[in-house]
Structures are given as structure tokens and as C-alpha cells.
């Protein structure tokens, strides 16, 4: 079955830094990848999402890479804000399956 | 900017009791579905729901848990007997259309504590 997994569990920086957030899938099949935010209380919002056709998809300050070889796939936050410190989590899907999220990512963002 | 919303937002109950949470989707959203977050742990999947019939659930969601549409506006998630470790966040999404590539919008959650 699916797993989405995390490396690091808190991430601190400072604000301005860009921050890194990386997430590793094991299902091969996985063609629809998301990124949330959830602030404390709060339910998980929608960040940026990328399809298996894809590489590289930008928002606004928030870039994802997909990288399908290895499994792994990265949010890039720029000029990290104070209002960015949140938990994130990818999810993932294959076709029209249900998402597998991930365990999330602490981000501490310090003024 | 229209949002789901989620009551309670905190319920507290004893093992073995019922517990209904309501949620109400998005307007004009035809897809709905149920997640539970374990203190610290991932979000995971229960069920989706779609022209009021169950369209996908997961292993977690058993007899015990039941889905209903009772009107045009509220969804809701049943439980029947709570057990301690039905203790979790409980968050409803909406979605506009099928599946994973929809966004998929959260409401606050609630937090249900068993005894």
C-alpha cells in the first residue's frame, strides 16, 4: 500500500530564509501529489498541488518538485514569513484512489 | 469567501456512547468526505461520499461509524458505541468535484475525546 513519510519532523528558520520541506512516497503508482498547511486548531489547508506530469510547479512564494525516480517530492517556501510556521504534510494519490497523507513537518519560523 | 464548517468544535463523551459531528460543505459542492487525525499523527482517510451513497471508505471506518445527508446542507458522521481510541480530530472536506484532483476544502475539525 501507499506510505508518505516526512524526513525531518521540526524545521526551524529564520524569516527571510527559504525553507525546505521534503516528502518520500513508496507507491510507484502515485500520479497526484499535495502540499497542506495546518495551523494549530485549524483543519489542513491547501498549499500548492502537482500531477506525475510534472516536475516543478510554482505558486505564490511556494514551489513544489517532484522528483518521480527516486520518490520524492519538495515544498520551497521563499522569504519564509512568521506566518508561515505551521505543520506541513504532502499527500499523495494514485488516480482517483483516496489521498495518504504524510505525518507532517513542524516549520518554526523566528522573527 | 464561502468555507466548510464543523460542530461541535470540541466533544467530549463517554466509552460507549453515540456521537453525531456535523458538518456543512460548501454550497455548491457535490463530494464530501470524513478524515480523522490522531493526536500526532497523520491525517487518514474514513470515507467519501457522493449523491448520497458511501463512494469510498477505509478500513477504519467499520459498523460503527455511518454517514448521512439528512438535508441540503449538513453531512454528518455517526458513531455509534465510542471506543478510547476513537479519540481524535475529526475534519469534513468538500469537494466540487470527483476525486483527489478537486481540491479537496477542510472545515476547523472536531476534537472528540472519549473517557
Known amino acids: 500500500g501507499e506510505s508518505v513519510g516526512l524526513h525531518l519532523p521540526t524545521l526551524s528558520v529564520q524569516e527571510g530564509d527559504n525553507s525546505i520541506i521534503n516528502c518520500a512516497y513508496s507507491?510507484?503508482?502515485?500520479?497526484?501529489f499535495i502540499w497542506y498547511k495546518q495551523e494549530s486548531g485549524k483543519g489542513p489547508q491547501f498549499i500548492i498541488d502537482?500531477?506525475?506530469?510534472?516536475d516543478k510547479r510554482q505558486g505564490q512564494r511556494v514551489t513544489v518538485l517532484l522528483n518521480k525516480t527516486v520518490k520524492h517530492l519538495s515544498l520551497q517556501i521563499a522569504a519564509t514569513q512568521p506566518g508561515d510556521s505551521a505543520v506541513y504534510f504532502c499527500?499523495?494519490?494514485?488516480?482517483?484512489?483516496?489521498?495518504?497523507f504524510g505525518k507532517g513537518t513542524m516549520l518554526l519560523v523566528s522573527p | 469567501e464561502p468555507e466548510v464548517t464543523q460542530t461541535p468544535s470540541h466533544q467530549v463523551t463517554q466509552m460507549g456512547q453515540e456521537v453525531i459531528l456535523r458538518c456543512v460543505p460548501i454550497s455548491n459542492h457535490l463530494y464530501f468526505y470524513w478524515y480523522r487525525q490522531i493526536l500526532g499523527q497523520k491525517v487518514e482517510f474514513l470515507v467519501s461520499f457522493y449523491n448520497n451513497e458511501i463512494s469510498e471508505k477505509s478500513e477504519i471506518f467499520d459498523d460503527q461509524f455511518s454517514v448521512e445527508r439528512p438535508d441540503g446542507s449538513n453531512f454528518t458522521l455517526k458513531i455509534r458505541s465510542t471506543k478510547l481510541e476513537d479519540s481524535a480530530m475529526y475534519f469534513c472536506?468538500?469537494?466540487?468535484?470527483?476525486?483527489?484532483?478537486?481540491?479537496?476544502?477542510f472545515g476547523p475539525g472536531t476534537r472528540l475525546t472519549v473517557l
Open positions: 472536506a468538500s469537494s466540487a468535484g470527483q476525486g483527489t484532483y478537486n481540491e479537496q476544502f
Open positions: 507507491n510507484s503508482a502515485s500520479d497526484y
Open positions: 499527500a499523495a494519490s494514485a488516480g482517483y484512489s483516496t489521498l495518504t
Open positions: 502537482i500531477r506525475s506530469n510534472m
